[in-house]
C-alpha cells in the first residue's frame, strides 16, 4: 500500500510565498517523476510542475520563475516552493509520484490535494 501525504498549504496574501511538501510511504521500490497539479473551482486539473528521478524539471508557463519544485529522493518527498503567488494561484494542489512498488506494480498515485489560498 501507498500513500502520499502533502502540507504545508493555507491562506497566504498576494505577493506572499508557501512551501508544500509531499512524503510518499509504503510498498515503494522506486519513484519515477513526481509532480504538483492544480484544481480551481470550476476548472479542470492542471500540471503545474514535475521533476524526474533525474533532476529534470518542468513547468507550466503560469508558473514558469516563480515556483520552484524540487525532490529529496532518500526521503520519498517532493517539494513545490512558490513565492509571488497571485489570486489566480487559489487552488487546491495535489501532489501525485509514478511509482513502482516491490510486486512491480507500476501506477501513478495521487495525494489527498491541499488548499492554497491567495487573497489579494
Known amino acids: 500500500q501507498v500513500q502520499l501525504v502533502e502540507s504545508g498549504g493555507g491562506l497566504v496574501q498576494a505577493g506572499g510565498s508557501l512551501r508544500l511538501s509531499c512524503a510518499a510511504s509504503?510498498?515503494?521500490?522506486?519513484?519515477?517523476?513526481m509532480g504538483w497539479y492544480r484544481q480551481a473551482p470550476g476548472k479542470q486539473r492542471e500540471l503545474v510542475a514535475a521533476?524526474?528521478?533525474?533532476?529534470?524539471?518542468n513547468y507550466a508557463d503560469s508558473v514558469k520563475g516563480r515556483f520552484t519544485i524540487s525532490r529529496d529522493n532518500a526521503k520519498n518527498t517532493v517539494y513545490l516552493q512558490m513565492n509571488s503567488l497571485k489570486p489566480e494561484d487559489t487552488a487546491v494542489y495535489y501532489c501525485?509520484?509514478?511509482?513502482?512498488?516491490?510486486?512491480?506494480?507500476?501506477?501513478?498515485?495521487w495525494g489527498q490535494g491541499t488548499q492554497v489560498t491567495v487573497s489579494s
Open positions: 509504503g510498498s515503494i521500490f522506486s519513484i519515477n517523476t
Open positions: 521533476i524526474t528521478s533525474g533532476g529534470s524539471t
Open positions: 501525485n509520484a509514478d511509482l513502482v512498488t516491490y510486486s512491480r506494480y507500476e501506477y501513478r498515485y
